[in-house]
T-cell receptor
Framework: GIQVEQSPPDLILQEGANSTLRCNFS?????LQWFHQNPWGQLINLFY???GTKQNGRLSATTVATERYSLLYISSSQTTDSGVYFC???????????FGTGTRLQVFP | GAGVSQTPSNKVTEKGKYVELRCDPI?????LYWYRQSLGQGPEFLIY????????DSGLPNDRFFAVRPEGSVSTLKIQRTERGDSAVYLC????????????FGPGTRLTVL
């Protein structure tokens, strides 16, 4: 089945720092989403981005579908950015959203 | 508008008991999904409904798990003869048409089997 690997697995930042999270996937996708799971467990949609680039405030994302990876950029990080970031994909050969391994981010003041 | 809601938020039960978990999708969304998330892991797919029918139930772990969506809106996940290994957070999501669309997740039901 499809492999969805995220890196780094853990990231510790001081408030104000920038970071890049990566998601590699092993098959062509027709849906890719980035989520933030906050410390209370709620999965919050960040981006729907099967291809191209999007920006929303301090966050932006880029998916290069032909090379099978996506990047999530967080600028000027805040303590409220802490939590786990997941990418999730649907491929042309599956009927389900497959989640990646996640990146756990901790932002300290 | 209202998001996906799930009830109860927490459920504690004893091994061997039957439980029902409810999901109210976003109004008008035809696709509904159930996932299970164990501690430290990402969500894992259980079942996908398109309208009233299960389009893909390949993620249900065994025949103790069953889900229905009789009117194409609210869905209930049913677990018979619960086991301690069933303890997890059960998440529901909905999307407007199908798998290619954005999925929106509910807050989850934390199930604990003693």
């Amino acid at each position: 089945g499809i492999q969805v690997e995220q890196s780094p697995p853990d990231l510790i930042l001081q408030e104000g720092a920038n970071s890049t999270l990566r998601c590699n996937f092993s098959d062509s996708v027709n849906n890719l989403q980035w989520f933030h799971q906050n410390p209370w467990g709620q999965l919050i949609n960040l981006f729907y981005i099967p291809s191209g680039t999007k920006q929303n405030g301090r966050l932006s994302a880029t998916t290069v579908a032909t090379e099978r990876y996506s990047l999530l950029y967080i600028s000027s990080s805040q303590t409220t950015d802490s939590g786990v970031y997941f990418c999730a994909v649907v491929t042309y050969n599956t009927d389900k959203l497959i989640f990646g391994t996640g990146t756990r981010l901790q932002v300290f003041p | 508008g209202a998001g996906v809601s799930q009830t109860p938020s927490n459920k504690v039960t004893e091994k061997g008991k039957y439980v029902e978990l409810r999901c109210d999708p976003i109004s008008g969304h035809t696709a509904l999904y159930w996932y299970r998330q164990s501690l430290g892991q990402g969500p894992e797919f259980l079942i996908y409904f398109q309208g009233t029918g299960a389009a893909d139930d390949s993620g249900l772990p065994n025949d103790r798990f069953f889900a229905v969506r009789p009117e194409g809106s609210v869905s209930t996940l049913k677990i018979q003869r619960t086991e301690r290994g069933d303890s997890a957070v059960y998440l529901c999501a909905s999307s407007s048409r199908d798998l290619v669309d954005t999925q929106y997740f509910g807050p989850g039901t934390r199930l604990t089997v003693l």
